[in-house]
Antibody
Framework: EVQLVDSGGGQVKPGGSLRLSCAAS????????FNWVRQAPGKGLEWVAC????????YYADSVKGRFTISRDNAKKSLFLQMNSLRAEDTAVYYC??????????????WGQGTMVTVSP | SYVLTQPPSVSVAPGKTARITCGGN??????VHWYQQKPGQAPVVVIY???DRPSGIPERFSGSNSGNTATLTISRVEAGDEADYYC???????????FGGGTKLTVL
């Protein structure tokens, strides 16, 4: 079964760090680009970052650039999001999402179940 | 940065046709993707590249894109179509993916 499983969320204080993971199964992980998308409680979807299949292209939303780092390990079929200097406004459900476009500019055809990140004192 | 504008809500009676718009500058020059999200669930792509439908998505879902507006059309609406719908494009000028604000579809 084609699947993405998000993990690593939790509660953290402002200024703290957290590392999210996304484990893939059922397909050739190294052939796809991936994204992180977040959704604050009761709000819409917000794109966070993307990484191409060979990590040649990496892009960030302005709201997280310089604080978040997206990375991948093709051998372990895993995607990561290192989040530093967290703020209250980073509180959201974080989803990983697959993009069949090699350079990471297409649609998101498979999504993880999401992991909740709460930033509060 | 590129902005996508969606109506906050659309209401439709069962069996009728719902149209959800997504506006953006020169939208017709971009590829638009549409997602359906039900409460407590991850989004699901229902239309990609303007008008292509993934396997498993009913033919009742269709898409178009021209000028400054893309449209998701849901024919013969059913109660199970009630959800939030989001449009998305790649903005090459900023190298950003962009989502619209979302539209809540209510089936009366």
């Amino acid at each position: 079964e084609v699947q993405l499983v998000d993990s690593g969320g939790g509660q953290v204080k402002p200024g703290g760090s957290l590392r999210l993971s996304c484990a893939a199964s059922g397909f050739t992980f190294s052939s796809y680009s991936f994204n992180w998308v977040r959704q604050a409680p009761g709000k819409g979807l917000e794109w966070v970052a993307c990484i191409s299949s060979r990590s040649s292209y990496i892009y960030y939303a302005d709201s997280v650039k310089g604080r978040f780092t997206i990375s991948r390990d093709n051998a372990k079929k895993s995607l990561f999001l290192q989040m530093n200097s967290l703020r209250a406004e980073d509180t959201a459900v974080y989803y990983c999402a697959r993009d069949p476009a090699a350079a990471g500019r297409g649609a998101f055809d498979i999504w993880g179940q999401g992991t909740m990140v709460t930033v509060s004192p | 940065s590129y902005v996508l504008t969606q109506p906050p809500s659309v209401s439709v009676a069962p069996g009728k046709t719902a149209r959800i718009t997504c506006g953006g500058n020169n939208m017709g020059t971009k590829s638009v993707h549409w997602y359906q999200q039900k409460p407590g669930q991850a989004p699901v792509v229902v239309i990609y590249y303007d008008s292509d439908r993934p396997s498993g998505i009913p033919e009742r879902f269709s898409g178009s894109n021209s000028g400054n507006t893309a449209t998701l059309t849901i024919s013969r609406v059913e109660a199970g179509d009630e959800a939030d719908y989001y449009c998305q494009v790649w903005d090459s000028s900023s190298d950003h993916q962009v989502f619209g604000g979302g539209t809540k579809l209510t089936v009366l």
